[in-house]
Nanobody
Framework: VQLQACGGGLVQAGGSLRLSCTAS????????VGWFRQAPGKPRSFVAG????????NYVDSMKGRFTISRDNAKDTVYLQMTSLKPEDTAVYYC???????????WGQGTLVTVSS
């Protein structure tokens, strides 16, 4: 599978963005898809994940209530809806796929999200 992430951009604090992660090469069924982010000078960290078959989700506690991960089976696409964005959410956001919500082996390229104050 190959993953393509898009939807990043510049947004003011308090605004919203929706990121998309689209698969090609094979279907995402039986896999999990996760979103990660990497801010300048910081390591990459997990944001949210979803299992394709059951739709089970997992979030970093600090993202709960602001970020929502979802999937569109027909489009083989996973979304990350981000609301109430803060300057500290500025980062390159990556999507990845794996066998479950704790193991990731295929990574897409990142998409930059910049939140201005």
């Amino acid at each position: 599978v190959q993953l393509q992430a898009c939807g990043g951009g510049l947004v003011q604090a308090g605004g919203s963005l929706r990121l998309s992660c689209t698969a090609s090469g094979r279907t995402l069924s039986s896999l999990a898809v996760g979103w990660f982010r990497q801010a300048p000078g910081k390591p990459r960290s997990f944001v949210a994940g979803i299992t394709w078959s059951s739709g089970t989700t997992n979030y970093v506690d600090s993202m709960k209530g602001r970020f929502t991960i979802s999937r569109d089976n027909a489009k083989d696409t996973v979304y990350l809806q981000m609301t109430s964005l803060k300057p500290e959410d500025t980062a390159v956001y990556y999507c990845a796929s794996g066998r479950n919500l704790y193991s990731w082996d295929v990574w897409g390229q990142g998409t930059l999200v910049t939140v201005s104050s």
